[in-house]
């Protein structure tokens, strides 16, 4: 069965500072993987995707993220962040033929 | 942004009573999805659609019927509505099923 881990509940950083944010996957056949940010009181936008290709993903905000099948990870990272950045961040995996497990979110807080 | 709308966006219902939501997409997706969002779960699949009359179960269905008589609504309904039912509700539309869902703005439920 696919699931997804997001191994850090919250993640606290300072402004400017770097961030990663971990997520596994497991799934037996290829994967279609997401990030989504939720910023509060509002729906989930999409950060960015990997479906095939390079296994450096770029996305919105100036956030990216890297494919590695090895380890069967999909981390998010950004060199600076912003405190606009305050947000939860959700990892998904598809599940074919139409459907996605999400993990269960990272608060990212952004301090001054 | 994908045109999504849920409606109500907030409500407020009694133990017991029936409880509709609804969703209207102006995208004309073929798929449609129903979500709840609980802390510490994520997102979790309650139901979805791939087709005007065609639904289908996901992980927390119980409790929840859903009708898609027409491509661009899909309506949820709490049969007999429940305290563990309060949460916040998202609608998802996906173009293929398998790749970027968009989501709604979310409808928070209370049930007293």
């Known amino acids: 069965a696919q699931s997804v881990t997001q191994l850090d509940s919250q993640v606290p950083v300072f402004e400017e500072a770097p961030v990663e944010l971990r997520c596994n996957y497991s799934?037996?056949?290829?994967?279609?993987l997401f990030w989504y940010v939720q910023y509060p009181n509002q729906g989930l936008q999409l950060l960015l995707k990997y479906l095939s290709g390079s296994t450096l993903v770029k996305g919105i905000n100036g956030f990216e993220a890297e494919f590695n099948k090895s380890q069967t990870s999909f981390h998010l990272r950004k060199p600076s962040v912003h405190i606009s950045d305050t947000a939860e961040y959700f990892c998904a995996v598809s599940i074919y033929p139409d459907k996605l497990i999400f993990g269960t979110g990272t608060r990212l807080q952004v301090f001054p | 942004d994908a045109g999504i709308t849920q409606s109500p966006r907030h409500k407020v219902t009694e133990t017991g009573t029936p409880v509709t939501l609804r969703c209207h997409q102006t995208?004309?997706?073929?798929?449609m999805y129903w979500y709840r969002q609980d802390p510490g779960h994520g997102l979790r699949l309650i139901h979805y659609?791939?087709?005007?009359?065609?639904?289908d179960k996901g992980e927390v269905s119980d409790g929840y019927s859903v009708s898609r008589s027409k491509t661009e609504d899909f309506l949820l309904t709490l049969e007999s509505a429940t305290s563990s039912q309060t949460s916040v509700y998202f609608c998802?539309?996906?173009?293929?099923?398998?790749?970027?869902?968009?989501f709604g703005p979310g409808t928070r439920l209370l049930v007293l």
């Open positions: 998802a539309i996906s173009r293929t099923g398998r790749e970027t869902q968009y």
């Open positions: 995208e004309n997706h073929r798929y």
């Open positions: 659609s791939y087709g005007v009359k065609d639904t």
């Open positions: 799934s037996s056949v290829s994967v279609y």
